[in-house]
């Protein structure tokens, strides 16, 4: 039944087997040769750390594939798992965002076109549901939600690369005869990821905007993993969030943090956000600040009628979070060391902000002399 909803709803499309299909020995006939995961950063280690251990498919995990003939890297593989989404900001910042930009775009390019050429039957891409954009009046994100579409173009920031990735998927979808499926996953935690939304728990207050009641949404890269073998194992494609149902309220996610929060109308966050990234004592844009004071729920409902059953609560994910952070100190989206933490101790978001102001204004004195 959860197969025919889904089929009329028209947001995924079935692979068709025939008399005499070879994919023997897994859910729904599904291919079991190797799955290649290729991506930088803590996600796709994650996720191919997850194949291995479940066993069923042998698994290779790649940063990138060679630059030169990459598709002999693709050689009678079951599946191609291509992942722009780093997971790591520190590496994403170390990177000048023009050219971090171009190498993102140019991975999943020469991964795709390597797909073609050596006919990967199945092709999964694992971007974020960031893509949808976040608004204090967001609408839950459903599988068949459009992405954004800046005017003016692409925005800068890691959203803005993962809206690039999405324009490359979206030109090889309607030209390949693979499935192609894009998975958007709400806020990932797990061993070693580093996004805008873990950071947000490293600051010493937690900054909220007057008036908007933010729900958190999170999921593990473990059972994002588990939804990439489900779209292996039942051939499907197309657009599916992947989130964990029941997000928390702001109250229970201060409540379990341990930290009080600070609210600011939102002219003066995202006004003293754009100046501070101006200056280049905030490293991402100000638009990305929407993501951690806005909504941007998704309902996995694709994923869950096909049987996807997330094993982590949004309360365990968030204390997976939390673990992760301990110990670290945020200002601006920068870390601090200890000594400098211990020197701030709970003065909280507020100093912060005025801290980050006057490097703004120091900035700016030292242009004008």
Do not use: N
């Amino acid at each position: 039944m959860g197969r025919d909803r889904r089929m009329a709803r028209g947001q995924v499309r079935s692979g068709r087997r025939g008399a005499g299909d070879p994919h023997e020995g897994l859910p729904g006939g599904a291919d079991p040769r190797e799955v290649v995961v290729v991506g930088p950063g803590p996600v796709a280690a994650g996720i191919g750390a997850w194949f291995s251990a479940d066993g069923r498919r042998p698994v290779r995990v790649l940063d990138d594939l060679p630059s030169s003939a990459p598709e002999t890297a693709l050689a009678d593989v079951g599946a191609l798992v291509v992942v722009p989404h780093r997971g790591d900001l520190a590496a994403s910042w170390a990177i000048p965002p023009v050219r971090r930009r171009a190498e993102v775009v140019d991975l999943v390019e020469r991964a795709l076109a390597a797909a073609k050429a050596a006919r990967v039957p199945h092709v999964v891409v694992v971007t974020s549901a960031m893509v949808h954009g976040a608004a204090p009046d967001r609408a839950v994100i459903t599988d068949d939600a459009p992405v954004l579409s800046p005017v003016g173009g692409v925005p800068e920031g890691v959203v803005g690369d993962l809206l690039a990735v999405e324009e490359v998927l979206a030109r090889f979808a309607r030209r390949s005869q693979a499935l192609v499926t894009v998975l958007r996953p709400a806020a990932l935690v797990g061993p070693g990821i580093d996004t805008i939304m873990t950071r947000h728990f490293e600051a010493p207050r937690l900054l909220a905007v007057r008036g908007v009641a933010r729900p958190w949404q999170f999921v593990h890269v473990d059972d994002l993993a588990a939804a990439v073998a489900l779209v292996l194992d039942d051939r499907l494609a197309g657009p599916f969030t992947v989130g964990v149902p029941g997000p928390l309220s702001a109250a229970e996610v201060e409540a379990a943090a341990g930290l009080r929060r600070i609210e600011l109308a939102a002219a003066t966050a995202f006004g003293t956000a754009e100046r501070l990234h101006r200056v280049g004592a905030l490293p991402a844009p100000s638009s990305e600040l929407a993501y951690a004071v806005y909504p941007w729920t998704v309902d996995a409902g694709g994923l869950l009628a096909a049987g996807w059953e997330p094993q982590r609560s949004s309360s365990e994910c968030l204390d997976v979070l939390l673990e992760g952070v301990q110990g670290r100190i945020t200002l601006a989206g920068r870390r601090v060391g200890a000594r400098d933490a211990a020197a701030l101790g709970a003065a909280g978001a507020a100093v912060a902000l005025i801290g980050t102001a006057a490097v703004w204004r120091r900035a700016r004195t030292s242009r004008r002399g």
